[in-house]
């Protein structure tokens, strides 16, 4: 072959910097990462949420998170909203680090206002198709070695039917009755399993929530106690305010530390 072709074939085609292309036949440079260059991909969660939970109840759908957000072990933001609504049928939650949710956040609201353009508002993005869009997604992600360091609670409700969904930074996707992610899918989920009956009431799922958010506060080292409870069902979309858990640590009194010496609260 003519080498002006820039091809020398007893060269391998590939050998991770297309070395055998003359770039500057075209005007251009072989680009070789420096040390001091920026890294592009996310390799490590900095500033993460802990559990979002959600259950189904009769007429919608009901999903909480608490308001912290760590930096590494520190508390280091108290009031974030990790909960989020992409129209009047869907909302999300998120786990994990936060600025991938604020970039899945706002690619999911131009997916939903480019729909609502193209449909001419006649049939919004129903929680099915966010679902599956968001899936392949993440999944996409994750082949490219770049993953969004995410696990998304999907709730919805549309026609007269619930919907809830989860996938994960993997690109693993399911549906369910009742959804628990991080710490909470050890601790709460269970909770939710032992209380979940089909005709339950939005009051008893509600409280349902907060029970679970409780325990988790108790146990959860990167839980908090003021959290946000909201519901999407036959009422519309209530992104509700946040809320302070009634928690009780009296217990302590009566517990002991490993030294056997017994562990006083400070008094007020």
């Not at 939710?192 to 008893?204: F, G, H, M, Q, V």
């Not at 959290?227 to 009194?253: H, Y």
Request: aromatic share 10%.
């Amino acid at each position: 072959m003519d080498s002006s072709y820039g091809l020398d074939l007893n060269k391998p085609l590939y050998d991770g910097r297309y070395s055998w292309f003359d770039h500057s036949k075209f005007g251009g440079t072989v680009y070789e990462p420096k040390p001091n260059d920026p890294s592009t991909r996310t390799t490590d969660p900095i500033v993460t949420g802990t559990s979002v939970l959600a259950v189904k109840y009769k007429g919608g759908v009901a999903i909480a998170a608490d308001t912290l957000l760590s930096y590494g072990s520190l508390a280091r933001f108290r009031d974030i909203r990790r909960i989020h609504k992409l129209n009047e049928h869907t909302i999300i939650g998120s786990s994990g680090e936060y600025s991938d949710f604020q970039y899945i956040t706002r690619m999911l609201d131009d997916v939903v206002t480019d729909n609502h353009i193209a449909d001419n508002n006649l049939q919004p993005m129903d929680p099915k198709s966010i679902f599956s869009y968001l899936s392949r997604v993440m999944y996409q992600r994750r082949n490219k070695q770049d993953p969004l360091y995410n696990n998304i609670v999907v709730a919805g409700y549309r026609n007269g039917e619930s919907f809830l969904g989860s996938v994960d930074l993997l690109g693993t996707h399911y549906q369910d009755d009742h959804i628990a992610t991080g710490f909470g899918d050890h601790i709460a989920r269970p909770l939710l399993r032992n209380a979940y009956k089909p005709d339950l009431t939005k009051e008893e799922a509600v409280k349902l929530l907060e029970k679970c958010l409780t325990v988790l506060f108790y146990r959860d080292a990167r839980a908090y106690y003021r959290v946000q409870i909201c519901t999407i069902g036959e009422d519309g979309v209530n992104i509700a305010e946040p809320q302070v858990l009634q928690t009780d640590w009296s217990v302590g009194n009566v517990t002991y530390g490993y030294d056997g010496r017994r562990t006083a609260l400070p008094q007020a």
